[in-house]
């Protein structure tokens, strides 16, 4: 009758232990269902791919026009850094009509500008301070034109592409007295009279 009795403890301590063995198992998870795919549709398909060529296309579009505009702007730069180097006025000393040493730079940058030009012709403008005659200034004005001429044609300018005129203290820079006025007042000037538009630059 006992041992009766320990085999039943014996198979309910069992039967408890499997049963706690089993609840202690992760329950298991169904996965996910897969991702459905959606029709494909040809005419979506075809306005994206146009939309993204237009796209690409205006890009281009934009950028060549950006690049036009910034070599424009370069070029008109160029154009008047050209030009305010060749307006560029040399000076002399006091009553005399040589070139000076130190003006020879400003008119030799010139004549690249002509032998790019090969229209273009010019008048330079003789000037002086106010001391002196005025028959005396109108003559030396007309000297410190003709030097600045023949330094030209030495070096290579043609004479018919450069007229000479004075105006000796007719049309003073500076219209003061003192040494600093009267320096900028003894001057040659240049003006592009023909042949130049449109105006070319220099070959580098």
């Not at 959606?38 to 060549?64: G, K, L, M, T, V």
């Not at 000393?93 to 229209?119: C, E, G, H, W």
């Not at 106010?130 to 043609?158: F, H, M, T």
Request: charged content about 30%; glycine content about 4%.
């Amino acid at each position: 009758m006992h041992a009766r009795i320990r085999s039943l403890a014996l198979v309910a301590i069992a039967l408890s232990a499997v049963t706690t063995t089993a609840c202690k198992k992760k329950p298991v998870v169904a996965p996910p269902p897969a991702p459905v795919a959606a029709p494909f549709n040809q005419d979506s398909a075809d306005a994206a791919a146009r939309a993204a060529r237009e796209a690409a296309e205006r890009a281009a579009r934009e950028a060549a026009e950006r690049a036009a505009r910034e070599e424009a702007a370069r070029l008109a730069a160029a154009v008047a850094a050209a030009k305010a180097a060749f307006a560029t006025p040399v000076y002399f000393d006091y009553d005399m009509s040589n070139i000076r040493d130190d003006q020879r730079a400003t008119l030799d940058a010139k004549v690249p500008i002509f032998q790019a030009n090969p229209d273009m012709r010019i008048r330079v403008a003789g000037h002086t301070d106010n001391r002196g005659s005025d028959e005396y200034n109108l003559a030396l004005g007309q000297r410190r034109a003709a030097e600045v001429k023949q330094y030209l044609i030495a070096r290579g300018i043609a004479a018919d592409r450069i007229d000479v005129v004075s105006f000796g203290e007719e049309r003073p820079a500076v219209a003061m007295d003192g040494e600093d006025a009267w320096a900028k007042n003894r001057r040659g000037e240049f003006e592009i009279i023909a042949g130049a538009n449109p105006f070319k630059l220099p070959n580098k």
